[in-house]
């Protein structure tokens, strides 16, 4: 599910084989610890994180080859990524 190569990916980069035609890039994420303080910005080359429609956070990283899955709330931002069926 990740693009393969370093040039956005930092290393080792694992399992990058884009099988599945996704091209996962590593946009990092948003998260804002509570209402009103300011956001930290992470993850970039690193990690790649997706909200799901269930509102699901899905994310890869570089040293992973799973896809990882867990729940946020909705003041954090991650990458949305439209699909047509």
């Not at 956001?39 to 429609?53: H, M, R």
Request: proline share 5%; net charge positive.
């Amino acid at each position: 599910m990740k693009q393969v190569g370093y040039n956005l990916w930092l290393s080792p980069n694992t399992g990058a084989t884009n099988s599945s035609g996704f091209n996962g890039l590593p946009g990092g994420y948003r998260y804002s610890a509570d209402w009103g303080s300011d956001p930290i910005f992470g993850g970039e080359g690193v990690s790649g994180a997706w909200w799901s429609s269930n509102q699901k956070r899905r994310e890869i990283y570089s040293t992973s080859i799973n896809v990882h899955r867990s729940s946020f709330p909705n003041s954090n931002g991650f990458s949305s990524r439209c699909i047509q069926d």
